[in-house]
């Protein structure tokens, strides 16, 4: 079983950076691929980020590709997002999920674990 905690979240004016992180508890986080979903309110959950099991490979929504970056450390059992330029359309609640059969899938079912959320917020 995987325990996913994210962490990072807060109140930041447009143009301003954050860094989510996310902690995995358990066995065998390299073997789940990770990613960040964004869910604003009353809106579905989407995709932002997803990495490969060994941090290889890389995909990002096309509404955040330049300005965000994932990054994962299998020794820390850690996945981060680091924000860049936030935008107020940025701001939703951010969760990690961890997915042990496929890589950067946009569907949320594919995911076997969720965290608890952290909720962003960009001020115009």
């Known amino acids: 079983q995987v325990q996913l905690v994210e962490s990072g979240g807060g109140l930041v004016q447009a143009g301003g950076s954050l860094r989510l992180s996310c902690v995995a508890s358990?066995?065998?986080?390299?073997?789940?691929?990770m990613a960040w979903f964004r869910q604003a309110p009353g809106k579905e959950r989407v995709l932002v980020a997803a990495?490969?099991?060994?941090?290889?490979?890389?995909t990002y929504s096309e509404s955040v590709k330049g300005r965000f970056a994932i990054s994962r450390d299998n020794t820390k059992n850690t996945v981060n997002l680091h924000m860049n330029s936030l935008k107020p359309e940025d701001t939703a609640v951010y969760f990690c999920?961890?997915?042990?059969?496929?890589?950067?899938?946009?569907?949320?079912?594919?995911?076997?674990?969720w965290g608890q959320g952290t909720q962003v917020t960009v001020s115009s």
């Open positions: 358990g066995r065998a986080f390299d073997h789940y691929s």
């Open positions: 990495i490969s099991y060994s941090g290889h490979d890389r």
């Open positions: 999920a961890a997915d042990r059969d496929s890589y950067g899938s946009r569907w949320p079912d594919h995911y076997d674990h």
